[in-house]
C-alpha cells in the first residue's frame, strides 16, 4: 500500500501482516461502539422517521436504555443485561412490552450495522419475566344517568366544553386538542380532520349546539391558532410562543373530577366516550356503517376497499340525533330522574 512501509523479513518470517493488522484494529474499534453511541446513531438514522408519537415512546425507553446499559459496549450487552434492565424498571407489562421492543429494534439496528451478529434480545419472552399478560381494560358505555351528571358537572367551563365536544363528535382526543381554527369552518358547521396514522381525513359535520360550544372556545382561545392554545406560558414559550393544551390535561381534567366531586359515574378515559357515543347510536337506530364512519373506522370488507363515498349527509343525521340525545341527557333521564340534581340546560346556536 502506498506510503506504507514493506513488511520486514522477521515479519513475513512470522506470517503477519501490518496492513491487514491495521485495517482489522480499525474494524474492531468500529465494533467498540458503546450503547450510548448506539442510541445516538439509531435517533440520528432511524427514529426521527417514524411516527411523532412513536418516537416520543420509543424516546422515553431509549433513555432508560442508555441509564443502565450505556457504559457497555454494544457487543457485551447479552440477554441476562436486557432481563436486568425490565426489571429493574419496574414499569406495567404494556410499558414493560414497549421497552423490550425498543431494545429489540436498536439492536436490529445494531445487527445492521455489523456490530453484532445476534440480536440480544432474540428468545425473551416477557410472559416468562412478569407473567401473562393482564386482560385489556374493556371499553365501557357510560349510561344515561352517568351522562346526566357528567354533563351536570361543576366543572371549568372550557373543560365541560371539551368533555361535551368529545361526546358529540367522538374524535379521538389527539384529534381535537391538536385541532387548529383553520379546520374549523363554523360558517359550514363542519370540523376538518388531517389524515393521521389513526384515521383517514374526514369532514365532521356539527350540529348548531356543537358549533356553539366551538364559539365559546374561539373566544377562549384568543389570538392561538390552536382550538385548545396551552393554559401555560411556559409551555407556549417552550414551543415557540403558541401551542396546543398538554395531551394529558383532559384526562386529568376528568381524574380530578371523580376524585374531588365523587359522583356516581364509573371511571371512565377520553376514549370512552367514543365507545359511549358508538354504543348508544345503536340503539337510537343508527345504522352500524353510519356510526362506524362517524368514529373514522374503516368499513371492513370488500366494502371498505371500493365504496369511497363519505355519507356526510348520513353522518349529519346520525349526529344531530346524538346532539338531541345529550341534550335530553342532560336535562334528565327520563326512565330515571335523579332527584336533587342541579339542571342547567344547554344554550342551542
Known amino acids: 500500500m502506498r506510503g506504507e512501509s514493506p513488511p520486514s523479513n522477521a515479519e513475513i518470517m512470522q506470517g503477519r501482516n501490518p496492513a491487514a493488522d491495521k485495517q482489522k484494529a480499525k474494524a474492531t474499534a468500529?465494533?467498540?461502539?458503546?450503547?450510548?453511541?448506539?442510541?445516538?446513531?439509531?435517533?440520528?438514522?432511524?427514529?426521527?422517521?417514524?411516527?411523532?408519537?412513536?418516537?416520543?415512546?420509543?424516546?422515553?425507553?431509549?433513555?432508560?436504555?442508555?441509564?443502565?446499559?450505556?457504559?457497555?459496549?454494544?457487543?457485551?450487552?447479552?440477554?441476562?443485561?436486557?432481563?436486568?434492565?425490565?426489571?429493574?424498571?419496574?414499569?406495567?407489562?404494556?410499558?414493560?412490552?414497549?421497552?423490550?421492543?425498543?431494545?429489540?429494534?436498536?439492536?436490529?439496528?445494531?445487527?445492521?450495522?455489523?456490530?453484532?451478529?445476534?440480536?440480544?434480545?432474540?428468545?425473551?419472552?416477557?410472559?416468562?419475566?412478569?407473567?401473562?399478560?393482564?386482560?385489556?381494560?374493556?371499553?365501557?358505555?357510560?349510561?344515561?344517568?352517568?351522562?346526566h351528571l357528567l354533563l351536570n358537572a361543576g366543572m371549568r367551563r372550557r373543560n365541560m366544553l371539551i368533555i361535551r365536544i368529545l361526546l358529540a363528535t367522538a374524535v379521538r382526543s389527539a384529534e381535537l386538542y391538536k385541532a387548529k381554527w383553520e379546520d374549523v369552518q363554523l360558517e359550514e358547521a363542519r370540523w376538518h380532520i388531517p389524515k393521521s396514522k389513526t384515521g383517514a381525513a374526514m369532514d365532521i359535520p356539527l350540529p348548531s349546539v356543537v358549533a356553539g360550544w366551538f364559539r365559546e372556545l374561539r373566544e377562549m382561545a384568543g389570538e392561538s391558532a390552536y382550538v385548545l392554545p396551552a393554559w401555560t406560558r411556559g409551555r407556549a414559550a417552550r414551543n415557540g410562543g403558541d401551542t396546543y393544551v398538554s395531551k394529558d390535561s383532559i384526562r386529568e381534567a376528568i381524574g380530578y373530577w371523580l376524585d374531588i366531586e365523587k359522583p356516581a359515574v364509573r371511571r371512565f378515559t377520553p376514549h370512552d366516550l367514543r365507545s359511549t357515543m358508538k354504543s348508544h347510536m345503536r340503539a337510537l337506530g343508527v345504522p352500524r356503517d353510519i356510526s362506524e364512519m362517524c368514529l373514522n373506522h374503516k368499513l371492513s370488507g370488500v366494502e371498505g376497499i371500493y365504496d369511497l363515498h363519505t355519507y356526510f349527509d348520513e353522518r349529519k343525521a346520525a349526529l344531530e340525533k346524538w346532539a338531541r340525545f345529550l341534550l335530553d341527557c342532560e336535562a334528565g333521564c327520563k326512565e330515571a330522574p335523579i332527584s336533587g340534581a342541579e339542571i342547567v340546560p344547554l344554550k342551542m346556536v
Open 30 to 147: 468500529a465494533k467498540d461502539l458503546t450503547v450510548r453511541e448506539l442510541v445516538k446513531d439509531y435517533r440520528t438514522k432511524k427514529l426521527v422517521n417514524l411516527a411523532e408519537s412513536t418516537q416520543v415512546s420509543y424516546g422515553r425507553h431509549l433513555k432508560r436504555i442508555e441509564n443502565k446499559l450505556g457504559a457497555l459496549t454494544v457487543r457485551e450487552v447479552e440477554a441476562s443485561d436486557v432481563v436486568a434492565l425490565i426489571e429493574a424498571s419496574s414499569l406495567t407489562w404494556g410499558e414493560s412490552n414497549m421497552l423490550l421492543i425498543t431494545t429489540k429494534c436498536l439492536f436490529t439496528h445494531a445487527c445492521g450495522k455489523r456490530l453484532v451478529n445476534a440480536n440480544p434480545c432474540h428468545g425473551i419472552m416477557l410472559s416468562a419475566l412478569l407473567g401473562e399478560r393482564p386482560p385489556k381494560r374493556q371499553r365501557l358505555m357510560l349510561t344515561k344517568e352517568e351522562l
